[in-house]
T-cell receptor, first 112, second 113 residues
């Protein structure tokens, strides 16, 4: 059974710093991995989708990487801003049982 | 394009009462998902539809939860009777078949008293 872990559970960094959020998964048989952000009391906003054949995806200040063999993905945020404060979740779409499993998320706080 | 629409946004009911949530997916999206999200947790899948067919309802508590997606567009999730432990946010998402990039609605926050 696929398990998805996000470490750390919470992170505070000063504005302007670059940072990395981590997502690990136990079964490398995946279709894709998707990163989301969730603001308090809101739904999830899709940030980046990486297909199993891809190594990374970029959108603006965000870069997501995927290493299937080691069961890891990272979300890199460059030049962080207070507006980046949110919870970031990763979701893995397993092709073994065709299920989508979410991590518990990392709560990010950017200090002004 | 319009996003995923959910209603109501908030619902407060007493235990043992019924409740229903409605979702309208993004136009053209064949796949529709209902998730449950507890505080501090990631969403957990309740049911997934491909058009009008429920292809994965293994996590749906069928004794009290039911769902339907008539005509393969809008969907309704129902709880009857509601229990205190059902208090959570219920999220709806949709995607195009074969792409699997999910788009979420704002959710319905349910409080059972």
């Amino acid at each position: 059974k696929q398990e998805v872990t996000q470490i750390p559970a919470a992170l505070s960094v000063p504005e302007g710093e670059n940072l990395v959020l981590n997502c690990s998964f136990t079964d490398s048989a995946i279709y894709n991995l998707q990163w989301f952000r969730q603001d308090p009391g809101k739904g999830l906003t899709s940030l980046l989708l990486i297909q199993s054949s891809q190594r990374e995806q970029t959108s603006g200040r965000l870069n997501a990487s995927l290493d299937k063999s080691s069961g890891r993905s990272t979300l890199y945020i460059a030049a962080s801003q207070p507006g980046d404060s949110a919870t970031y979740l990763c979701a893995v779409n397993s092709n073994r049982d065709d299920k989508i499993i979410f991590g518990k998320g990392t709560r990010l706080h950017i200090l002004p | 394009e319009a996003g995923v629409v959910q209603s109501p946004r908030y619902k407060i009911i007493e235990k043992k009462q019924p409740v229903a949530f409605w979702c309208n997916p993004i136009s053209g999206h064949n796949t529709l998902y209902w998730y449950l999200q507890n505080l501090g947790q990631g969403p957990e899948l309740l049911i997934r539809y491909e058009n009008e067919e429920a292809v994965d309802d293994s996590q749906l508590p069928k004794d009290r939860f039911s769902a339907e997606r008539l005509k393969g567009v809008d969907s309704t999730l129902k709880i009857q009777p509601a229990e205190l432990g059902d208090s959570a946010v219920y999220l709806c998402a949709s995607s195009r078949r074969g792409v699997n990039e999910q788009y979420f609605g704002p959710g319905t926050r349910l409080t059972v008293t």
